[in-house]
C-alpha cells in the first residue's frame, strides 16, 4: 500500500519488532520511544512536504509512470539534481537537522549507473534487478536507508587483511538462492526508521577482496540484524518532559549501528556479488552526489542566523553595526555553500545508463566548505547571543513558582519581549551549536559523506596543475619545452581508496 503522509510512514514503522538497544536494553517500540520519535518527525516532514508541494518534492518517473518522492527518483535531467539541493534546503529550514533521506537517494542514483556498467562488463542483470526494486520503492513510497561505512578496524589495512574479517561486511555463504552478509555498518543515519537498507562497499577493492565486493538490499527488520543506538549530545533532555531545554523539542537526526550476523540476501536483491573492480566507481559516485547534498546545511544555517537575528532584537543590540556584519558574514559562508552544491548539480553529464551525474569538482568544493563554514557560523552565533546560551537555568526552574518570577524578571531582554521567547531562541542556539542538532550541524558536516581529507584528495586529484602552469608560464614567458625538473605528488592513500585511474574534466 502507498503511504501518502507523514501520518501514514509513522503509522508504517509500527510493530516491526526490530531488535535496536538503546541504554543498555531493548527498544520495545522505537515509534513512541520519546528520544527516538523527533528523528521519526523529520522523516516525516519529507512525506508531507511531497504532498503539499509536489513540484519541489514529488517529480514524475519514467520507471513507473507514477508521481514519486524526489528522494526515490532517478534523476532524469540536471534540473532534477538542482531540485534535490532545493528540496533539501527547504527541509533543512523545516526541521533544523538531519532528515535521513539522502543517502538512499544518492545510493539508488549511483547504483543506478554502476549497475549498468558493471552488467556491460559482465554479462549480469544487476540494473534490471535495480530497477525492479526501484520501481516497487516507488510504488509504496518506501524508505531506505544507504549502508556503507564499515566499523573498518585498523585504518592502515584493506578489509582482507584484517585481523577479524567482520570489520567490513563481507560474504560468509553463498547457495543458489543468495548470498549471507556478517559485518557491521557505523553511523547509519535513519536506518531504524527506514523500510530497507542497501548495503554497500565503503572503499576501492582488490581481488583478495572478492568477497567484500558485496551490494544488496535488504529489510529492516530482516532476521540476523542488530541495531546499537548512538547517543547525541543532550538527546536525554527530550525524555525530561516540558520543550523549551530540547531546543528543538520536534526534530533531531539519528544514527546506529547496524550488525549483520548472516543476514540473508536473495538473488533478486543483490546489485553487486564479487565485481570488486566497480567497487570504486560506486564509492565515487556515490561521494560524489552525496557531497552536494550537503546543501542540506544551508537550510540549517538559515535557522541559525535566523535565531541570532531574533537574539540580537530580543536582547536590543539588532541595530549595532558589528551584529548587522556577523549576520552578513554568516549568510556570506552559508550561501558560499549552497552556490557550489547547486552549481555541481547544473554541471551534470549524462550517464551510459541514462541518469545525470552532478560535478564531481565543485561536489568537492562544496562538502568541503561544509566541513569548515558551520563551525564559523555557529562560533558567531554564539558570540551574538551571550553566555546565557551555556549558563541558562532549566525550565524546571522557569516553571517553579519560587524561581520561575525571578528568571522572569532577571532573563528578560528588552521592552516587548517575553521571557520565555527569549530563553527559547537561546535553547535553540545552544541546540544547534552545542546540543543534539549539533551532530547534524557541525559534526555530521565534517565526517558525513567523508572526513575533509578524502574532499582534499579528490580536489587535489582535478586540479590540473599542469595545464594551469602552462597558463603561468605562457605569461611569463617560458618557453615549453625547456629542461625543468618536476617532483611526482604522492598519491599514495588516494589510490589505495579509490583506484588511480587519471580523470579529466
Ligand atoms: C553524523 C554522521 C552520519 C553518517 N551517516 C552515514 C550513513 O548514513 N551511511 C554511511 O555509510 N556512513 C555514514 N557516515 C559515515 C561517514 O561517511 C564516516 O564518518 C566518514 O567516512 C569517516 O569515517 P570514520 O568515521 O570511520 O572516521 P575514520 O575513518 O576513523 O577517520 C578519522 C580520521 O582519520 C583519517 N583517516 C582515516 N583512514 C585513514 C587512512 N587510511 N590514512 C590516513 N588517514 C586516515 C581521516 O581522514 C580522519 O581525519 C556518517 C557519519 C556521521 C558522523
Ligand atoms: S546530512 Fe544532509 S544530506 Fe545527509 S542525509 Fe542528512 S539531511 Fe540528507
Redesign the pocket.
Known amino acids: 500500500m502507498t503511504i501518502k503522509n507523514g501520518a501514514e510512514y509513522i503509522e508504517s514503522l509500527r510493530g516491526r519488532n526490530l531488535k535496536i538497544y538503546l541504554f543498555g536494553e531493548l527498544v520495545k517500540e522505537p515509534v513512541d520511544h520519546p528520544m527516538i520519535r523527533p528523528s521519526i518527525n523529520a522523516v516525516a516532514e519529507t512525506y508531507d512536504l511531497a504532498a503539499e508541494n509536489p513540484e519541489l518534492a514529488a517529480p514524475h518517473s519514467s520507471l513507473t509512470g507514477l508521481q514519486v518522492n524526489r528522494f526515490l527518483h532517478i534523476v532524469e535531467s540536471p534540473q532534477d539534481l538542482v531540485d534535490q539541493n532545493r528540496m533539501q534546503r527547504k527541509l533543512g529550514q523545516l526541521t533544523g537537522t538531519?532528515f535521513q533521506r539522502c543517502?538512499g537517494m544518492d545510493a539508488l542514483n549511483s547504483l543506478y549507473s554502476s549497475t549498468y556498467e558493471i552488467d556491460q562488463k559482465h554479462s549480469t542483470d544487476y540494473h534490471k534487478r535495480l530497477v525492479e526494486f526501484v520501481k516497487m520503492l516507488q510504488r509504496e513510497n518506501l524508505m531506505i536507508?544507504?549502508?556503507?561505512?564499515d566499523v573498518?578496524g585498523d585504518?592502515?589495512l584493506s578489509p582482507s587483511q584484517q585481523e577479524d574479517p567482520d570489520m567490513f561486511v563481507h560474504v560468509t555463504k553463498r547457495d543458489s538462492k543468495g548470498v549471507y552478509i556478517t559485518g557491521a555498518?557505523?553511523?547509519?543515519?535513519?536506518c531504524i526508521n527506514s523500510h530497507w537498507i542497501i548495503v554497500m562497499p565503503?572503499m576501492r577493492l582488490k581481488s583478495e577482496d572478492k568477497d567484500y565486493a558485496i551490494i544488496g538490499a535488504v529489510p529492516v527488520d530482516a532476521p540476523g540484524i542488530t541495531y546499537i543506538y548512538g547517543r547525541q549530545s543532550c538527546d536525554t533532555r527530550s525524555m525530561e518532559g516540558g520543550n523549551i531545554d530540547a531546543g528543538n523539542a520536534m526534530y533531531s537526526?539519528q544514527?546506529a549501528m547496524v550488525i549483520f550476523k548472516d543476514v540473508f540476501i536473495p538473488n533478486h536483491l543483490i546489485f553487486m556479488n564479487g565485481e570488486y573492480e566497480f567497487a570504486s566507481m560506486l564509492v565515487e559516485r556515490f561521494t560524489c552526489y552525496h557531497r552536494r547534498s550537503y546543501v542540506c546545511k544551508t537550510g540549517l544555517g538559515d535557522i541559525l542566523i535566523g535565531a541570532s537575528a531574533a537574539i540580537a532584537d530580543y536582547n536590543g543590540v539588532a541595530n549595532a553595526s558589528h551584529i548587522k556584519d556577523k549576520l552578513v558574514e554568516m549568510t556570506h559562508l552559508n550561501e558560499t555553500i549552497f552556490a557550489a552544491g547547486i552549481a555541481s548539480s547544473y554541471r551534470a553529464h549524462k550517464t551510459s545508463a541514462g541518469n545525470w551525474q552532478n560535478d564531481d569538482m565543485l561536489a568537492n568544493v562544496c562538502k568541503h566548505n561544509v566541513t569548515r563554514f558551520p563551525y564559523e557560523i555557529g562560533r558567531l552565533a554564539q558570540d551574538i547571543a551571550g553566555g546565557l546560551v551555556v549558563t541558562m537555568p532549566s525550565e524546571k526552574e522557569f516553571r517553579n513558582p519560587e524561581t520561575g518570577p525571578l528568571l522572569e524578571k532577571y532573563l528578560k531582554g528588552r521592552k516587548g519581549v517575553s521571557t520565555e521567547n527569549r530563553m527559547r531562541v537561546l535553547r535553540l542556539i545552544e541546540n544547534m551549536t552545542l546540543g543534539r542538532n549539533a551532530?547534524?550541524y557541525l559534526?555530521?558536516s565534517?565526517?558525513?559523506?567523508?572526513?575533509?581529507?578524502?574532499q582534499r584528495i579528490q580536489i587535489a586529484r582535478q586540479m590540473q596543475l599542469e595545464s594551469k602552469k602552462k597558463f603561468a608560464k605562457r605569461l611569463a614567458q617560458i618557453k615549453e619545452g625547456e629542461a625543468e625538473e618536476t617532483v611526482p605528488e604522492s598519491t599514495e592513500?588516494f589510490d589505495?581508496i579509490f583506484g588511480n585511474k587519471n580523470k579529466s574534466k
Not at 565534517?446 to 578524502?454: C, I, T
Open positions: 538531519c543517502v536507508g544507504g549502508a556503507m561505512t573498518k585504518r592502515g555498518k557505523a553511523h547509519q543515519t535513519g565503503t537526526g544514527e551532530v547534524g559534526t555530521e565534517m565526517h558525513g559523506a567523508g572526513s575533509p581529507q578524502a592513500y589505495r
